[in-house]
């Protein structure tokens, strides 16, 4: 009995745990892992990774913590999934061997036909799961997909009361799972029947959707009953030998601190106007509309006589090579010299120095590295290889 005279279980005063799914990106989105001993229901179209997690879940708990799991599989058959999670370095086949992993083959088979008689019952599909638990003293349990065992079954009643007796059943054999469910539209109804979200306990919605010309996968927690979690889309990626990371944006921090250290901009009255100039390591965008002067302040910049001995980058994409001489320096050998800028190809930024080329005139020309003093140099690549417009000036 609490404190205002109400009447409390032990058990119902403890706060929701939550279990490391083993995906450290995911966890940072779900605030340590998804909640320990409930249902979990990850919904989603085709391609949009739904079976990926539901291994990787296992996989990871396997691998990690020794936490041994149950694939229960209504589709795809075992030897498909053994075959298809090989790319990304889980051997199943192997943790099957060494009792850690248990499947659950309830795949149809393409030469029965199946026809519908009667009430429909999951007592015997129950048992099989809850006797994989107990062979290899399962923790973790993945569901793919319910929509494969309830499409073939009209009343939505039924459905829902199925859904209800596996999230009871997984519940009382005190394992965390995970559902998954398919989806028309990534941006339509949860699931397919419209009441696998309200059996769940906790709700996660994958997406695939196409803009444009490619793909853009999203993760998305609905909900998590009891305990807390990031709200809205995230990007995630499938990789091989890695499955599914999640780049959690909203937790991303800038750590590197701001120099208080000033450089000039090239323009007196510029750097009054800032304070003393720009600060170092900082990154400075210029807009404005076209003839504005953006092209000239960037190159007064480039061209400040604070840096003899500094390498300077510049890049342009323009649809036209082109060549002008617009900027004179003095060098550390006080010689005034200019330069002629040409816009080239992207490459040139990956030429070592050692096959760097320079302009001399209008001709391209291998450079020399012996120069005895310095000298200014624009690394270009040949005219041959000019498709993606850029340019890059290195100081010897």
Not at 276 to 297: C, H, M, P, Q, W
Request: hydrophobic share 40%.
């Amino acid at each position: 009995m609490n404190d205002r005279g109400v009447m409390t279980h032990p058990a119902d005063s403890a706060a929701v745990q939550k279990l490391p799914t083993g995906i450290a990106s995911f966890d940072v989105i779900a605030k340590g892992g998804l909640p320990r001993n409930r249902t979990t229901l990850v919904s989603g179209t085709a391609g949009s990774g739904k079976t990926v997690f539901g291994v990787q879940f296992l996989a990871s708990g396997i691998r990690d913590v020794d936490e041994h799991g149950v694939f229960v599989t209504f589709e795809e058959s075992a030897r498909d999934i053994r075959q298809n999670m090989r790319s990304f370095g889980w051997d199943l086949g192997e943790w099957e061997r060494d009792a850690k992993l248990a499947f659950v083959d309830a795949s149809p088979d393409p030469e029965l036909e199946m026809i519908q008689s009667g009430s429909f019952d999951l007592g015997a599909l129950l048992a099989r799961i809850q006797n994989a638990v107990r062979k290899v003293n399962a923790k973790r349990v993945s569901v793919d997909s319910l929509g494969a065992v309830f499409s073939q079954f009209s009343d939505q009643s039924i459905v829902r009361r199925e859904l209800f007796r596996i999230a009871s059943a997984l519940k009382a054999m005190g394992v965390t799972a995970v559902l998954t469910a398919e989806r028309t539209d990534d941006y339509g109804p949860v699931a397919r029947f419209g009441v696998e979200e309200f059996i769940a306990d906790n709700v996660m919605v994958l997406r695939n959707v196409l803009e444009g010309e490619s793909r853009r996968r999203t993760i998305e927690i609905l909900k998590f009953r009891g305990t807390d979690h990031q709200k809205g889309e995230f990007p995630f990626t499938i990789v091989p030998d890695g499955g599914l990371i999640v780049i959690p944006l909203s937790a991303i921090q800038l750590k590197q601190k701001s120099s208080n250290v000033r450089i000039s901009s090239g323009n007196s009255e510029l750097d009054e106007m800032c304070g003393g100039g720009f600060f170092r390591d900082s990154i400075i965008l210029i807009s404005g509309a076209t003839g504005t002067g953006k092209t000239l302040t960037v190159t007064q910049f480039s061209c400040r006589a604070e840096l003899p001995r500094a390498s300077v980058a510049y890049c342009s994409r323009s649809k036209r090579a082109a060549s002008s001489s617009f900027a004179t320096r003095s060098d550390g050998d006080s010689t005034s010299r200019r330069w002629s800028v040409t816009a080239c190809c992207a490459w040139c930024a990956t030429i070592p120095r050692s096959r760097a080329w320079r302009i001399g005139s209008s001709r391209f020309k291998p450079s020399s590295r012996s120069s005895s003093r310095a000298a200014s140099r624009w690394i270009v690549c040949p005219p041959s290889s000019a498709s993606e417009r850029s340019r890059r000036f290195v100081n010897s």
